[in-house]
């Protein structure tokens, strides 16, 4: 639950805080999830997350997280994970 609703899934931020976890079709310059973040679609910027941040599409930016970096396409910059990180292609670090 969070201050989209239920229509989070069809939103795009441009900042995004969530206490536990939170869900957005595309994040543009910062996320930062208590536990994780859920990136339907496209993700720029910075992404900070206790657990894990997903991301449907490509991304772009700096991920950090404390688990895992997921990425279901591309991925160009800096990934940041206590266990994990992966994309189809990356371009960074």
């Given at each position: 639950m969070g201050t989209n609703g239920r229509y989070a899934r069809e939103y795009t931020n441009d900042y995004s805080l969530n206490l536990l976890v939170g869900v957005s079709k595309n994040e543009r310059r910062f996320?930062?999830?208590g536990l994780s973040n859920i990136i339907l679609s496209d993700a720029k910027g910075?992404?900070?997350a206790g657990?894990?941040?997903y991301v449907?599409?490509?991304g772009e930016?700096?991920?950090?997280?404390g688990l895992a970096n997921v990425n279901k396409?591309?991925?160009n910059g800096l990934?940041?994970?206590?266990l994990f990180n992966t994309a189809i292609c990356v371009r960074g670090v």
């Open positions: 996320t930062l999830g910075v992404q900070v657990l894990s941040n449907g599409n490509s930016g700096m991920q950090w997280a396409g591309r991925f990934q940041i994970a206590g």
